[in-house]
């Protein structure tokens, strides 16, 4: 199902923010991908894409129709004037803008604390020492290197 933005809803204010505010897009967990190659690439290559904006109006060209064929993403259809403004593009818009997500970072991985745990099954092994072997009939001998 392709839901329709024609006006500066909320959704779009999300999309325009990641634009320009690379702590939005941080806090977000998502960014924009403009371009044929960067979209193509993105979807060639398994990206997560957590949406897809089709320009609404024209019929679409092949590229873009595969595009949103080979995606389950959602596809919004969004005005002609508020796509220009997502694509930062003065002339004739483009078709698609992909939204992609961000992988993890090791500072958004886990936000929480480590935890400790006491238990025996998850304690570090004990470090190998050079004592004397509990075998009385093993005699014990130092290391080569020492």
């Not at 897009?25 to 990206?47: C, K």
């Not at 004739?92 to 961000?102: K, N, P, R, S, Y």
Request: include cysteine; charged fraction near 15%.
């Amino acid at each position: 199902m392709v839901k329709r933005v024609s006006v500066r809803n909320a959704q779009f204010q999300q999309w325009h923010a990641l634009l320009g505010n690379r702590t939005k897009r941080q806090r977000a967990g998502e960014f924009l991908i403009h371009g044929v190659r960067p979209i193509t690439l993105a979807v060639e290559r398994g990206w997560p894409l957590t949406a897809v904006l089709r320009a609404e109006g024209p019929k679409l060209s092949g590229w873009a129709q595969g595009v949103l064929a080979a995606v389950e993403a959602p596809v919004y259809s969004v005005a002609a004037d508020l796509m220009a403004e997502l694509s930062e593009r003065a002339d004739d818009g483009v078709e698609l803008i992909a939204v992609g997500a961000m992988p993890p970072t090791p500072s958004t991985a886990s936000r929480s604390p480590p935890t400790c745990s006491s238990s025996p099954s998850t304690a570090p092994p004990a470090p190998a020492t050079s004592a004397p072997s509990p075998d009385p009939a093993t005699p014990w001998a130092p290391p080569p290197w020492s």
